[in-house]
Nanobody, 128 residues
Framework: QLQLVESGGGEVQPGGSLRLSCEAS????????IGWFRQAPGEEREGVSC????????NYRDSVKGRFTVSRDNAKNTAYLQMNSLTPDDTAVYYC?????????????????????WGPGIQVTVSS
């Protein structure tokens, strides 16, 4: 059974940092892109970042560029989202998702329908 589980969320003050992890299980290979998405209360889900299966392509939405860094360790079946300089606007439930249909060198975070396995999500709250 394919499964993704996020960890590392929590509450942090503005300007603080968190590192989210996304652990995959049940996959027979690491040939899938990982996307990170978030949904704030009352808002639609939005794509945040993605990383291709071979880590050659990293993409970020404009509002997180320079603050967030996506990475993955295929040997550990785990992807990461390092989030620095957090602001209250980053408060949301964060999800990781696996997209096996992407070529190994490509990913996109603006096409969530191409991701077919999703984690349950984890809360990130930025508040003073």
């Amino acid at each position: 059974q394919l499964q993704l589980v996020e960890s590392g969320g929590g509450e942090v003050q503005p300007g603080g940092s968190l590192r989210l992890s996304c652990e995959a299980s049940g996959f027979t290979s690491d040939n899938y892109a990982i996307g990170w998405f978030r949904q704030a209360p009352g808002e639609e889900r939005e794509g945040v970042s993605c990383i291709s299966s071979n880590s050659d392509m990293l993409n970020y939405r404009d509002s997180v560029k320079g603050r967030f860094t996506v990475s993955r360790d295929n040997a550990k079946n785990t992807a990461y989202l390092q989030m620095n300089s957090l602001t209250p606007d980053d408060t949301a439930v964060y999800y990781c998702a696996a997209g096996p249909k992407f070529p190994h060198y490509y990913c996109s975070y603006w096409t969530p329908w191409e991701y077919d396995t999703w984690g349950p999500g984890i809360q990130v709250t930025v508040s003073s």
